[in-house]
């Protein structure tokens, strides 16, 4: 199980797009821990990459409110607690900070209902890569030209 994080980021490096190179970071460290349990590495807090770090509150929450084969999907306000309660320990405490602030202003239930095969939700259509050169400029367009 652990192997996965290896992996995931073989696949992923040594590309030159962006993109992908943030992916490769997120698969390597996704389950680093702030307080430095986590693997594969054992990094601690902000040696742990950003985006690795914002994922694992995303993963935590998809893992805790939606139902496996395994387990009962959790009430959402069980999930948020226990993600509230590993602040400091298992994620960096300013992003659980700024994830409690954004739940408390969205419908969780919408959330949650998303990865859910019985869910109705309809996807929206993939969202278009800018380019950060005209993004940075301030004329970031999507790939249809507007």
Known sequence: MKSHTGIGAQILSGSRYDLLKIAANIAVAHHEWWDGTGYPKGLIGVAIP???RLVAI????DALSTERPYKRAWPLDSVLAT???ESGKHFDPDLVRVFAELTACTDLQVLANMTRSDA???APPPLQLMDRRRLKA???RNNSGV
Do not use: S
């Not at 995303?58 to 929450?61: K, N, P």
């Open 58 to 61: 995303a993963d935590c929450f």
């Open 50 to 52: 950003l985006e690795a």
């Open 83 to 85: 993600i509230k309660e």
């Open 120 to 122: 109705t939700f309809t």
């Open 138 to 140: 301030g004329t970031a």
